[in-house]
């Protein structure tokens, strides 16, 4: 097995969970909905005691516009959640979470696939309120363009003119 990215039980975890949203759908078929909203729990959770520099120098990310908009509206305490959305900045997935879940739900027989998927579209970025509003308008808040074709885990903010950056620790 190549070296991974992410540890052996997180993966595990992660593709654990994903077998039982499978054996659920085969059974039941209620909404999707509680399943994404326990897989943005488990990865954001474990991807900060997984690799916690990792998280802050390659899956956080901030607009140009909100690192401009922080510097100028900056909280007391440094950088974190609080002054972050003090200074009106939106938390945001850039693949959304239940796009995510589709593509761990595709990958879950693989821990290899698994830990793709991972490294290359679990990304979280600091967005302006503005930015937000343009994503919504869009139509893209919660799914990726429509002709997507799983490369780019950028495409939404490409589409609506939005620029990311690495957020500064």
Known sequence: ???LYMSLPFLEAVRAF?????AR??????SKWRDVKTLRYLLGNGFKAERPKQVISRHMLMSIAAS??????????????????????????????STL???????????TATDDVLRNFYHVAWITLD???RLNKSG??????IGWNGSNPFARYDAVGVQLEPLRE
């Not at 994903?18 to 499978?22: D, G, I, K, P």
């Not at 401009?68 to 009106?88: F, L, N, V």
């Not at 879940?101 to 821990?111: K, M, Q, T, V």
């Open 18 to 22: 994903m077998n039982l949203v499978a």
């Open 101 to 111: 879940h589709e593509l761990l739900f595709d990958a879950r027989l693989s821990l």
């Open 131 to 133: 930015e937000d509003a």
């Open 68 to 97: 401009a908009q922080y510097d100028e509206k900056r909280g007391e305490g440094g950088p974190g959640i609080r002054s972050y959305t003090r200074a009106g900045l939106r938390y945001e997935h850039v693949v959304p979470i």
């Open 140 to 145: 893209m808040r919660t799914k990726m363009p």
């Open 25 to 30: 759908r085969e059974q039941l078929s209620e």
């Open 1 to 3: 097995m190549q070296n």
